[in-house]
């Protein structure tokens, strides 16, 4: 079989490592095969050909609590998968470890039920949609839980090895690809603007039915009624873990120009009561919070010292002596976190702005 040059690199410059950790993982299937191989076969069965990945994320992507997450997944997946069948697959076109005849890998395959894959080895399309689907979910969730998403990635990179279907570079190389479509797909995700994540398909639906039924009735029914309800926007704190992403949230909700981008307590105060930014004044806005308890730690007393260290720097001579005490109380553990300052400005009702805020 005539290789290309890559594919010959491969299997020569790290040929004792793919077998070192090829041996090495084939120890569970002497240890207790009995287990892992109905187990691993089940979770290299998840990747095959990322439906089952991509099924879970189009779900995902149709409540508004966990919409973030499946569009994150989904363009995590896409991204992943063009870049491995797309471009490396065909470029590389490195053969399976079990069509090396008289190899320990194939020797392994066959021990392990003879499980056969159509396309090339390098790099593992399971993995990098494992790894895609793993970082997506990290990226977006609370780091505190979510890190437990690459237990899933770990263990399909194990299985594929395992079953001699994959060389343990195949593995890592899907490691690289699916890690750049979990950091692009969070990147563009969240430029999506919020009203999508927002968006209740229940309401589309009841919007499309009223179309038609004021079609039927002479259009009395086309317009929704001003029902006085608020625009609710949604603020993730899986999203920041500082003052300043904070506030590139805020500039991000209100879609504020660069020239009028808030960095600051006093700035958001402004931009809240329709000072800036494209939500005109006097809008009804109800703020949901989402994962307030993270943010909560985050934008404790640590992050408030730093905060009002960060201000004493380029502040007015005059404002010295307030910043000051400020900062010695929150270093003392006293005083109002900037949480607390922030859920209280959002919440205030006499600067002008209605808005409601709940922690979730």
């Known amino acids: 079989m005539q290789l290309t040059a890559l594919a010959l690199w491969l299997n020569t410059a790290f040929a004792g490592f793919d077998e070192a950790v090829a041996t090495a ?47 994150t997944m989904l363009l995590a997946l896409a991204i992943g998968a063009l870049v491995t069948n797309v471009c490396f697959k065909p470029l590389v076109a490195r053969p399976r470890p079990y069509t090396h005849d008289g190899s320990i890998f194939q020797q392994y395959w066959e021990m392990l039920g003879k499980h056969t894959e159509s396309d090339k080895s390098f790099p593992s399309g399971h993995m990098t949609a494992a790894m895609a689907a793993s970082l997506a979910v990290f990226l977006r969730g609370n780091k505190k839980v979510s890190w437990t998403a690459l237990l899933f990635a770990l263990a399909m990179g194990v299985s ?15 490691v690289i690809t699916g890690s750049i479509g979990g950091f692009a797909g969070y990147a563009i995700s969240n430029r999506i603007p919020e009203s999508f994540y927002t968006a209740d398909f229940r309401d589309c639906i009841g919007k499309t039915r009223a179309k038609k039924s004021g079609g039927k009735r002479g ?6 009624p001003d029902d006085g309800r608020r625009r609710t926007l949604v603020l993730d704190g899986a999203n920041f873990s500082t003052t300043d992403g904070l506030f590139r949230e805020f500039n991000r909700l209100f879609d504020v120009g660069p020239d009028e981008a808030v960095h600051s307590l006093d700035a958001l105060n402004d931009l809240l009561g329709g000072g800036v930014g494209r939500i005109p004044a006097g809008a009804r ?53 900037l949480f607390e300052k922030l859920t209280a400005l959002i919440a205030r009702t006499d600067t002008g702005h209605d808005c409601t805020l709940s922690l979730e």
């Open 160 to 174: 594929r090895i395992y079953l001699s279907v994959h060389y343990a570079t195949d593995v890592l190389g899907g």
């Open 285 to 337: 806005l109800h703020i949901r919070w989402l994962n307030s308890k993270k943010s909560r730690e985050d934008l404790g007393y640590g992050a408030t010292v730093l905060y009002y260290e960060k201000i004493l720097r380029r502040c007015h001579p005059n404002n010295r002596p307030r910043m000051e005490a400020l900062l010695a109380e929150a270093r003392r553990g006293e005083g109002e976190t």
């Open 25 to 71: 993982i084939h120890q569970l299937y002497v240890a207790a095969g009995w287990f892992f191989t109905p187990f691993l076969s089940f979770i290299s069965l998840l990747g095959k050909g990322g439906i089952f990945l991509i099924l879970l994320s189009i779900v995902l992507m149709l409540f508004r609590k966990t919409r973030r997450y499946g569009t």
């Open 219 to 224: 259009g009395n029914a086309a317009a929704a």
